[in-house]
């Protein structure tokens, strides 16, 4: 026979799983959320100093 104390024990078990799942699953979010922001940070800096360098200035002068 199962007894009641058995079903509320293997619930226990289960919200724990779930529990401990949870807690990973935000981890890993939050991980991929700062690394996706370094990557564009990174790529804004780089990408605005590559700019910087490869400017042309051209002078004109008039003479009359």
Do not use: H, P
């Not at 401990?20 to 979010?29: D, G, I, L, Y």
């Amino acid at each position: 026979m199962v007894q009641r104390a058995d079903i509320e024990a293997k619930a226990k078990e289960i919200e724990a799983a779930l529990q401990e799942t949870k807690e990973s699953a935000q981890n890993t979010a939050v991980l991929a959320g700062v690394a996706v922001v370094l990557v564009v940070i990174i790529a804004y800096f780089l990408g605005n100093r590559k700019g910087k360098a490869g400017k042309t200035l051209v002078e004109v002068y008039r003479v009359k």
